[in-house]
C-alpha cells in the first residue's frame, strides 16, 4: 500500500487508543489490517479486543488494499475550518476481505464517483509513526 | 385486583423555537410543570423519574441532577440516553416498571437550550469543533470530515442506487411536513414549500438539501405515566400504552449493517405484535424526522409500505393532510421543532391526537397512533403503539 506523507494536516486526528493504535501504525508502514478471529473465522472492522460473532480474542490479518464503493455522499457543507476546502467524497468500502470501511476517496472528481466502482487503499501520515486509510480510483 | 395497565395521562411542552430566555434545565422544569398541571396529579404521587442522563447539552441536566433539581424522591429512576430516540426507550422501561410495581407514577422531561446557546452548527459545523485527537469508533470518521448530514446521505445514496428513490420522493416528506406546520402557530417554518423549493435549496451533502434536513430550535417536554386505575381520577383521559420496543444494529453510522434497512424493522413489528394490530391498522404517525431519508427507511422498516417502495409510498400523498396515514402533523422536526433529540414530541403529539386536541390538525377518529424514535445515526430505533381505547 502506498504511503505518503502530511505532516502538516492541522484537522482532528485518532487517538489511536488501545487495539486502534496498531490499525493506525500499520498504515503508517504500507499494511492495511483487518481482524479475523481464530475460532470462527469473522472479520471485522475497527479494530476491538473481541470477536463481534463468538466473543474470542481476534487476531490481525493484512487485507490487499483493494475495494469497491458500497456508498458515498459529496460533501458541500461544513463549517470545520479544517475542512474547508469543499466539496471532498466519503465513502464506504466494501473489501473483498468482507468488511466494510470507511473513508476519503480522493483523486476523483466529485460528479463521477459511482457506487460499485473499484477503488484501491493508500496510506496517508498524520504523525511520524501513524497514518490513515485513503481511497483513489483503481 | 387494580389495573396497573401503563397509561400516558399527562404532557407538556416547553416553549419553542426560539427561547433565549431559557435554559436547558429551565426547559425541563417548565415542560414538567405543564405535564403535572395537564393531569392534576399531585406533583408528590410521582415516584419514577426518567431522562436522558449525561447527554443533555447543560450541565447538570443528568437525571440524577434533574430528579433533585425537580424535587422528585424516585423508588425507579432510568437515564437510558440513546439520541433522539431515547424517549421512546424510556416509555418502554417506565411502562415496564409501572406494570411490575417498581413505582406508580413516572415523570419523562426533556429540554434544550440548543438554538440559544450553540446557534444551528450541528449539522455542518461538526460535532468536534477542536483538533483534539478523537477517541472510540469515532476515530475511524471524524478525521475524514463527516458532518452529521453526510452520514444520513450516504444511506440515502444506498437508497437510490438500489431501489431507484429520487430526490423528488425524498422532498416530498418535507413538502407534506411542511403543510403541517402551517397549522401550527410555534413550528419554526410555516410558509407552504413545493418540491421544486426543496430541490433548489442548497445541497449540504449529496444528495441531501438543506430543506431535506430538520430544523435546528430550543425546547422541551414531559409525559406522566401512571397506571390505569390511578389515572381514573385524573383530569385527562388515559391514553394507554400498547407496545413498546426497541432495538440497536450499530451506533456509529460506518458500523451500520445495511444501509437501506434501519432497526424498525425490528423493533416495528414487535410493537405490532403486543398490541395486537397492524399498521394499517394505524390512523396517525409520528416519525423521527431528522432527515428525510430518516422516514423512508422508518416507513419500510414499519411495514407501511414494502421494502424499497418508500419513494412510490410518500409520492401518493399518504403522510400528506387528509392521507391514509398523516405523518408528523405537528409539523415535525423538518419543519417545527428540533431541540437536539426530538422523540418525546412524536410522543406528546400522539398523545394530543389520540385525545382529539390537535386543532386543525386533527386526524379525524384517531384511535390508534405510532411514534418511532430514532437514536444516533440511524442507530437506537424504538416503536411506541399507543391507543385511546383500553387494550381487551
Known amino acids: 500500500m502506498r504511503v505518503v506523507s502530511d505532516l502538516e494536516w492541522q484537522g482532528p486526528v485518532p487517538a489511536g487508543e488501545g487495539e486502534y493504535g496498531e490499525f493506525f501504525a500499520a498504515a503508517a508502514e504500507g499494511r492495511l489490517l483487518i481482524q479475523q478471529c ?61 468488511v466494510r470501511m470507511f473513508g476519503g476517496l480522493t483523486g476523483i472528481d466529485p460528479e463521477t464517483v459511482e457506487i460499485g466502482m473499484p477503488v484501491t487503499a493508500y496510506a496517508r501520515t498524520y504523525d511520524d509513526t501513524h497514518a490513515m486509510i485513503f481511497w483513489e480510483p483503481a | 385486583m387494580p389495573s396497573r395497565h401503563p397509561v400516558i395521562c399527562g404532557i407538556g411542552l416547553s416553549d419553542y423555537p426560539v427561547v433565549p430566555h431559557l435554559n436547558s434545565v429551565q426547559h425541563h422544569a417548565l415542560a414538567a410543570r ?39 424522591n424516585h423508588r425507579y429512576i432510568d437515564g437510558t440516553m440513546v439520541g433522539g430516540s431515547s424517549f421512546e426507550f424510556h416509555v418502554q422501561h417506565a411502562a415496564a416498571a409501572i406494570r411490575e410495581g417498581l413505582c406508580d407514577t413516572v415523570l419523562i422531561t426533556y429540554g434544550s437550550d440548543q438554538l440559544t446557546r450553540m446557534g444551528r452548527v450541528l449539522g455542518t459545523g461538526g460535532f468536534q469543533r477542536d483538533a483534539q485527537p478523537v477517541t472510540g469508533a469515532m476515530q475511524m470518521a471524524t478525521p475524514y470530515g463527516l ?22 420522493q425524498l422532498a416530498e416528506i418535507a413538502v407534506g411536513v411542511r403543510e403541517f406546520a402551517g397549522l401550527n402557530p410555534d413550528a419554526r417554518y410555516r410558509d407552504p414549500i413545493t418540491v421544486d423549493d426543496v430541490l433548489s435549496s442548497r445541497m449540504i451533502a449529496d444528495p441531501l438539501h438543506k430543506l431535506d434536513c430538520c430544523v435546528i430550535t430550543d425546547g422541551g417536554g414531559a409525559l406522566v ?47 405490532f405484535a403486543q398490541a395486537g394490530v397492524t399498521p394499517a391498522d394505524i390512523d396517525t404517525a409520528q416519525l423521527y424526522d431528522s432527515f428525510t431519508i430518516t422516514v423512508m427507511l422508518m416507513l419500510e422498516g414499519l411495514g407501511f409500505c414494502d421494502r424499497g417502495e418508500g419513494g412510490a409510498y410518500v409520492e401518493e400523498g399518504h403522510l400528506r393532510r387528509g392521507g391514509s396515514m398523516p405523518t408528523n402533523t405537528d409539523g415535525g422536526g423538518l419543519s417545527s421543532n428540533h431541540p437536539g433529540m426530538r422523540g418525546i414530541f412524536l410522543l406528546i403529539e400522539a398523545v394530543r391526537q389520540l385525545r382529539g386536541d390537535a386543532g386543525e390538525a386533527q386526524v379525524p377518529d384517531a384511535e390508534l397512533a405510532l411514534a418511532c424514535g430514532s437514536g444516533g445515526w440511524l442507530s437506537a430505533i424504538a416503536t411506541v403503539i399507543l391507543g385511546k381505547d383500553r387494550p381487551s
Not at chain 1, 469473522?42 to 458500497?70: K, N, S
Not at chain 2, 446521505?153 to 423528488?168: I, K
Request: glycine share 12%; net charge negative; with cysteine.
Open chain 2, 34 to 72: 405543564r405535564a403535572i398541571a395537564d393531569c392534576g396529579i399531585a406533583k408528590s404521587a410521582i415516584d419514577g423519574y426518567v431522562s436522558t442522563s449525561g447527554g443533555g447539552p447543560a450541565a447538570g441536566d443528568d437525571a440524577v441532577s434533574m430528579a433533585e433539581y425537580l424535587g422528585v
Open chain 1, 38 to 98: 481464530p475460532e470462527c473465522g469473522h472479520r471485522q472492522h475497527y479494530p476491538r479486543a473481541i470477536c463481534t460473532a463468538c466473543g474470542a480474542e481476534p487476531e490481525w490479518m493484512e487485507a490487499a488494499g483493494t475495494g469497491t464503493v458500497y456508498t458515498y455522499t459529496v460533501v458541500r457543507q461544513y463549517g470545520v475550518p479544517a475542512f474547508a476546502e469543499l466539496p471532498y467524497v466519503l465513502a464506504m468500502i466494501d473489501l473483498p476481505e468482507g
Open chain 2, 225 to 271: 405515566m401512571t397506571t390505569e386505575e390511578i389515572a381514573r381520577d385524573l383530569r385527562q383521559p388515559p391514553i394507554y400504552v400498547l407496545g413498546s420496543a426497541g432495538t440497536q444494529t450499530h451506533w456509529n453510522i460506518h458500523q451500520m449493517p445495511d444501509f437501506t434497512e434501519m432497526g424498525a424493522a425490528v423493533c416495528g413489528p414487535e410493537a
Open chain 2, 147 to 168: 458532518p452529521l448530514v453526510g452520514a444520513y446521505a450516504l444511506a440515502a445514496r444506498r437508497h437510490m442506487h438500489e431501489f431507484g428513490t429520487t430526490s423528488e
